[in-house]
């Protein structure tokens, strides 16, 4: 029963708390994506954020993951009341939860057992990968990245070339992201990284790649059927493989590189380019929200791959400098910014 409850909390985590924490956006004047799929994907992206910052803070003032933990439980639990305040005072929050169909619910039902299929696939593959390593070592050591997960070197004898690969996984520290919820839980690690996180982690590539589908193909369910089956069937075919030819990462859906490349970036792509199927004016790259995204999505590139800032900021820069290049092609002045 224990074991339940836990579990529950955590999926409330990681499923209903981010669409809650995405509502909060509606506070801003003129946001995009209105949608519960889309208050999901960049509530996922505010926490993923948040938690990097608070564990740069961390790192920097050596705290043990126990500290860790009490001060994000805290950050967690002000988020739920303050999103939760804001979705009863500003809307219906049975709106938010109302379903509009019976179609829809029952799609909503055969996602689910996919997601659970799915999940049983990952966590029956093989992997060369030391996530769950590096979680079992944090977890069992109460610290953070101070111990080699492979060798069980301490940091105080290791040599300068294993302190720089240290000092390299801190700079993306999704292990600890995931050793959080670990001590919160007191699950053993292998289970919630190997078991949990696929189903924890699998909705929101399929929320990107059902956003991606939607902007291309706003009015032909079929396609956007059709797009789905595809991603989906060659993200499949490179499954039985722990490292993928085609992207040259490993397939795993809780590794930093794979959340990044395959479900991250793609989702800052369409922030990018925004509901309009059209590059944004230059104008719209001073709107609040418009820099909230950019903030969000570095920050939470970050916590996921060590060059994920920058690569966020690339594409952030390519598509402000193409606007740029735009408003002079078109003879306009650079520095007029509409009421």
Sequence with gaps: MLTILKTVILAFAWLVLPILVGCLFGLLPHREYRKRRSAYLIGSL????????????????????????????ILLIVLTIL???????????????????????????????????????????????????QVMTMYMTDSLYEYDAMTGKSRDAMMDYEKETLDAQQAAPVAAYYAVYVRTSNLHPAKFVRTLLPVFLLPFYMAVYAAWAEYLFEHDTKKKWCFQIVVW???????????????????????????????ELPLTVLLV???????????????????????????????LYEKGFFFVTFVWGAALAAALIKRWRDGGSLSTVKK
């Design 46 to 73: 505010t926490i993923w954020a948040l938690f990097y910052g608070l564990a740069r803070i961390a790192l920097d003032g050596k705290w043990t993951l126990t500290k860790l933990t009490r001060v994000f439980c």
């Design 83 to 133: 999103s939760t305040g804001v979705i009863i005072y500003r809307w219906n929050i049975r709106a938010l939860i109302r379903i509009k169909s019976r179609a829809n619910l029952f799609i909503t039902v055969i996602a689910a057992l996919l997601v659970i299929a799915v999940a049983s696939g990952f966590a029956a593959n093989r992997t060369d990968e030391h996530t769950v390593e």
């Design 233 to 263: 069937l060659l993200y499949a075919v490179s499954l039985i493989a722990d490292w993928s030819v085609a992207f040259g990462l490993y397939q795993n859906c809780w590794n930093g590189e794979t959340l990044f490349f395959l479900g």
């Design 273 to 303: 380019l925004g509901e309009k199927k059209q590059l944004r004016e230059i104008e719209a790259f001073g709107q609040p929200y418009v820099i909230l995204y950019y903030v969000v999505s570095a920050a939470a590139g970050q916590l």
